[in-house]
């Protein structure tokens, strides 16, 4: 099979990061399906920090006169009240604060911490990559449910928990998938031209590498948002999550999901929220990934 | 008296038999199969070592006992006929009935008591329900390995027919308390051949209506008729299939879908629907055990503040929580000891009849005298393990606080184990859930839960008052003597408050209405050897 | 490749040796025991149960004990399910949740795969704009969503298929929903990651000199295209399969599946040391397998990273 340079374009990479940021920045805006995700994205934010100022109830007021009522716009239960008779408009913006920090930090957490490690595994390869992936394996092996019952009982509650909890799992893909991508990379021509002028394996990884991979990397982090935000239902359940009366996406859906013949509008809501979520965070992650793309340039 | 009645009842039996013996016939079911959801996967079909619920209701079909506890909630004879208790109460002599046979036909005979009972004290067998033989003699001591020898435990068989058991002390309630599937006999032949392989399939030989036939871990448990049972005659079913299932909801889909006959449990969220959709289908019996919450009273806020306890107590609307909440027909609960259990009145609260506002006011009252008030309000961590159930209740018992007194509410929840641990430490609780289901039919088991060293009181109640109550009414004989000891304690317990009842459980399953005979006594037993399927 | 393979293999020995060290430390520090629950014993009884099970010596006398009893390939009863090793409970479960896991999977990887690519082809079209909608409203449903869905509609209200059970286990209306439950994300994902990495395949240089070359647009794709793209998507399978047939306790729950993965769960709320211990060392072996068998497929897909 006759390979040529998979991009000489790329060896030639302009040298300041501002540059290349810049421009990246310009096809970003360009890009209509991104700026809509980033829209809708912010609009969530915004009424996630606005719930308290838009729903008529608080998200923690008990109306025993309302347990499991659908929804009703005129007495301002306008997604309708869960079983506990507690406004789930409210709860669903409040719900977005919780959803979307975890989703979102966690994912950069794993993101970070699998790319670089992957890169780095799969760039210096033999012996290194080897150790690198044992410890991986290590890693996907042992018993998550008793690592987090251990955090829980070594350190409380703390939000920042969830984030190591959650982290501690999500990047072991990522590190996966990167080192594969970094190997099939390490062969092309431009990498090993790039070595020829003398750069350094950091500059490699860091300039060559991981500009190549974003694409696959881009496409994983929007899989690995809606994941995360599931599982911090699982983590509340081993009691790391957030705490009643304060709530989560994941939370209100697995709730819901018990329900869903009976109080469908307990379901639906959050659910129609994080599917809108998700869809609007992939197209602006395929939108990054093809600003950041150095072959489009 | 009795005599009467068991007259009438044989007429009528007889009536039945002359008139109408072909409609009988017609009205069962060709297949006489029972589909029964049995919640999850049994942990052991050896009746010495099973701890939970689900094991026990297939050990009631798989074996039988001296006794067996009826739907009305009576001792009624089983493989034993009949007893006598000697004068001072302390010497129980069971006469079996004559001609009982194993599964495998081999006779069953006191001796396989005297062996299978053995066996559940024995250390090395490894029971964790032993302590339920204390009162027999010398049970403890062998259970707790203090005395080696297994065979000095207070049981033997004077002859074939005859199984003697001699108590350390009287205790009023042992017929009922042997009642408890821990009671179950072995058969000791297949246990020494097939060690603790003996309860798979094709090994178990049992005792009772039905005999294993399949056991598939985590799929299914097929019991079928046992031929050999002394009453086999009176069995309608031919076979009885036990669904591990632990998704409450998947199982009444499944019920719905016809896949099942009974289920185990029934969803609180989907009682508004199936009181609606399946009308007369789901059926709820009082369940003697208490759901309650605990006051760590060995450490601030609640230690020696009976007042604050007082006034928290008092603003749990319980009427609310059992109707909105819960909704299958709980009691709310305003003793420590459920009622329903015959020949007792449970000691209640005297506030239990004021109305809302009134015990609002009162509470407010209370509250401030325990040095809490608007600008100093008590902040409190109400601890409780995961559960949609429980959280459910949790958020409006933390509201109520919130609303009445303005108490401040965390709630905090923990993995199942986790919570014990901390609950048993009483260090940083507080608040926390509890309940109890009783293990028989008697208020002594209630009682003993709340003594100062039962493992079980992590509110952490001592009090000496209470223990000597509780410990003389369990050595006493006179049956009336010792019920009012228990009621006298039990009025300690209301008014010292080292908890707060919230309700009083119900058992509720879906059954079909081709279903007969499925009856559920306060205990939560059922027994199949009564059920028959009807012409549907 | 014989040797990598087999320096692999060797070196899956310490790997599985830590990963037992540290799991077994892991799961006694936690509080609670297996013994614990609502009705607490006496407390000689509870001492008389620890020496029964030889919870009673040092945790690193059990732990040399452990070590001992799984090179002697036994481990140990089961502290719930007590009438059964724990060796028995895996190989009852582990055929059932295999046979689903891999039919998921395959689907999976069928369905995902020609979708993805298909989409990719056809990007910024009708058709790439419809399989990625769906696939994202795949992703979006959680399977504890999605299972109950599909056992209300097709059980409940049409009673085409079975709510739950296992029947006999050779049955095929009892395994048509959990398969579709399983394979519905996997399915998702995979045709995402499929799409994303076909179009980074198409747009690089190689593939515009392949078509420069006059080759046949059906060569280009399934000869080189198909092959690159493909690479994340094993990346992602290796460990994904391992996780798959080992069973899923949320899809086990909703259909009564007798598989394993509930032990995962149960297990660990039980506090059943050994059942625990079991499916992590079943399953950390099913990582080392998959995560090689991944390794070995890169030289099939990518000859230059074939391993020598």
Redesign the interface.
Known sequence: MSVTPFDAASVTMPAEGTSLWKSARRRLVRNRAAMGGLIVLTIIAALAILAPYISAHAM???S?EN??TPPDWASGYYFGTD????DLFARTLYGARVSLMVGILASIVSLVIGVIYGAVAGYLGGTVDNVMMRIVDILYSLPFMFFV?LL??FFG?NILLIFVAIGAVQWLDMARIVRGQTMALKHREFIEAAHAFGASSTAIVRRHIIPNILGPVMVFVTLTVPQVILLESFL????LGV???MTSWGVLIS?GA??M???PWSLLFPATFLAVTLFALNFLGDGLRDALDPKDR | MLRTRAFGFGMAVALLSTTAPLAWAQELAENQVLRLGNGS?P????PQ?S?NTQDSHLERDLYEGLVIIDKDGKVTPAQAESWTVSPDGLTYSFKLRAGLKWSDGTPLTAEDFVYSWRRAVD????S????LYYPIKNAEDI???VNKDVKSLGVRAPDPQTFEVTLKSPTGYFVRLISHARFLPVNRASIEKYG??F??AGNLVTNGAFMLKEW?????IVAVKNPNYWDAASVKLSEVDY?????Q??EL??Y????LDVTNEV?S??V??IRKELPGELTIVPYLGSYYMGFNLEQPPFKGNLKLREALSMVIDRE?IVA??TKTGEQPAYSWVPPGIAGYQPQYVDWKDMPMPARIAKAKELYKEAGYGPDKPLNLEIMYN?S?NH??I???I??MMKQALGVNV?????????F???R?EKKVTQLFR???IADYADPNTFAELLQSD???NDMGYNNPEYDKLVKTAALTVDPEKRIQMLQDAEKLVVHDLPMMPIYDYVNKRMIKPYVKGFDLNTLGYFYSKNVSIAKH | MFSFVAKRLLGAVPTLFVIITIAFFMIRL????P???????????QE??N???HLDQPLIGQYWLYLKSVLEGNFG?SF?????SVTE?IW??FPVSMELGLTAVFLAVIIGGGLGALAALKQNRTADYTIMTAAMTGITIPNFVMA?LL??VL??YL?VL?????GN?HELKYKILPVVALALPQIAYVSRLTRGSMIEVLRSNFIRTARAKGLSEWLTVTRHAARAAFLPVVSYLGPACAGIITGSVVI????????IG?YFIQGA?N?DYTLVMGVVIFYGVLIILFNLLVDVLYGVLDPKLAHR
Do not use: C, H
């Open positions: 923690d007021d008990i025993w347990i499991g079983s506990n008779g507690r019952i829980t009982v509650r509340s359940f081993l009691g705490q009643e009366p709730d018990r329900e013949e009976t109080a | 996967e942990q052991t079909l050896d070592i701890e250390p090395a067998t490894g964790k329900y032993s302590f259970a707790t390995a603790n392989q309860t798979r598939t871990p985590q799929s299914r669904y591990p299932i632990e998704n909801n998947e889909k499944r719905r879908a016809g896949e969803p969220d989907q508004d629907f609310a909105k909440i995961t949609e959280k459910k949790m958020i409006a933390a509201a965390t709630l905090v929840n923990q993995e199942f184990k986790v014990l641990e901390t048993k509890a309940g109890w039962a493992g079980l | 936690a509080p609670g025991g013994f614990d629950s609502e009705r607490a014993v006496p407390a000689e009884i008389n149960l020496r029964v099970y009863p719930s399910y007590k009438d059964y409970l009852a479960g109950p056992t209300l059980g409940v009673r079975p709510v739950g059970g296992w286990g086990e729950q909703i259909f009564s599946i007798p598989g509930r709320l506090r």
